[in-house]
């Protein structure tokens, strides 16, 4: 079965820009979580959907926004990119139903803003 | 304030011996938890999870304790590989939702 997989692998905004993050998880898995991975902050979860749903929100300003489609694949928005948003993001999916939420992670995006 | 903490940066063992990463809690509502290891460059790997119904689950070599009057759990690496080498990410949850992880312990396996 196919991991998840997440594109681009790296990318380099210039502050004020917007960029468009794309996770596709594993086939059958209906959760998908992002989160932003930085040295100082380790892994902060952004937000998490379910059947097109967002369903649950970290603490994280409206510039970050995300969406899921009906094959389970989602993107995550960043409008008004800002230095501080130079991180790793990840996504995981998951089965989250019958007790089964072990999330898997995909390789991550780079994104580095300048 | 750091819901899961996990108090030790770092931890050297020798190949062959026993690895002990830590992890503590503070939410009692917690009652899923999850461990993974990254590597530099890659996404966090599944190792092993526990739910607050057992205090105990082991697969091959990985073995998770929970101590719910404690909020305490670890896992249990033997023996311990190269290969292991590794930072090590414990996460807990309510429901299975809203995975808060802890900053990471960096595990060195010695040859």
């Known amino acids: 079965k196919a991991g998840v997989t997440q594109t681009p692998r790296y990318l380099i905004k210039t502050r004020g820009q917007q960029v468009t993050l794309s996770c596709s998880p594993i086939?059958?898995?209906?959760?998908v979580s992002w989160y932003q991975q930085t040295p100082g902050q380790g892994l902060q979860f952004l937000f998490e959907y379910f059947s097109e749903t967002q369903r649950n929100k970290g603490n994280f300003p409206g510039r970050f926004s995300g969406r899921q489609f009906s094959n389970s694949r989602s993107e995550m928005n960043v409008s008004t990119l800002e230095l501080g948003d130079s991180a790793l993001y990840l996504c995981?999916?998951?089965?989250?139903?019958?007790?089964?939420?072990?999330?898997?992670f995909g390789p991550g995006t780079r994104l580095t803003v300048t | 304030d750091q819901q899961v903490k996990q108090n030790s940066p770092s931890l050297s063992v020798q190949e062959g011996r026993i690895s002990i990463l830590n992890c503590d809690y503070t939410n009692s509502m917690f009652d899923y938890f999850l461990w993974y290891k990254k590597y530099p460059a890659e996404g966090p790997t599944f190792l092993i999870s526990?739910?607050?119904?057992?205090d105990k689950n082991e697969d091959g070599r990985f073995t998770v304790f929970l101590n719910k009057s404690a909020k305490h759990l670890s896992l249990h690496i033997v023996p311990s590989q190269p290969g292991d080498s590794a930072v090590y990410f414990c996460a807990a949850s309510e429901g299975g939702q809203n995975f808060v992880f802890g900053p990471g312990t960096r595990l060195s396996v010695l040859p």
């Open positions: 995981a999916s998951s089965w989250n139903v019958l007790s089964s939420y072990e999330q898997y």
């Open positions: 086939s059958g898995h209906r959760s």
């Open positions: 526990i739910s607050s119904i057992k």
